[in-house]
């Protein structure tokens, strides 16, 4: 299960990091066009914004795995060691809950949206929606194995230890 979180969280920063650069350009693009060339292109924003969905949703899914994500662990600091794990699972539990209801209320969101079409992009607006579902599945997934990692007593290494 470790190596398949650590490959999934290793895609998902490098899908987010090229959806980042990608949007970056195409937003650079813009203002040149709009600027220096006197025509901006009319997919520009939306594509941006299309991008934008994406790469944030899976940024912080593997924010999840590797604990980049904000919390706050006074009180929990603050416990003895068995109720520091109690609830640090509850937690996590909390997570991955979020993480499932993301799936199902994402998928829900796709299924609704995909007839519509957005105009500047030809793409279906579902498409847009698809990571809340994908990345709301990575969550209960990262979640779940800090879970297992806090039953058997060990810490989940990030990436970059």
Do not use: N
Request: hydrophobic fraction near 55%.
């Amino acid at each position: 299960m470790t190596a398949l979180s650590i490959l999934l969280s290793r895609l998902s920063l490098w899908f987010s990091a090229f959806g980042l650069v990608s949007m970056t350009v195409i937003i650079g693009w813009q203002v040149i066009g709009r600027y220096l060339l006197a025509s901006a292109p009319a997919w520009a924003e939306q594509a941006a914004l299309f991008l934008m969905l994406w790469f944030i949703l899976f940024a912080a899914a593997a924010g999840v795995r590797e604990g980049f994500h904000i919390r706050l662990s006074l009180m929990q600091d603050s416990l003895s060691e068995p109720r520091r794990r109690f609830l640090a699972i509850v937690c996590h539990a909390v997570v991955g809950a979020f993480g499932l209801a993301m799936t199902y209320g994402g998928g829900q969101l796709v299924i609704e949206t995909w007839q519509h079409m957005i105009p500047t992009l030809g793409l279906p607006r579902g498409l847009g929606y698809v990571p809340l579902a994908i990345a709301g599945l990575l969550i209960a997934f990262f979640a779940l194995e800090h879970i297992l990692a806090e039953r058997s007593d060990r810490k989940v290494e990030p990436l970059w230890s």
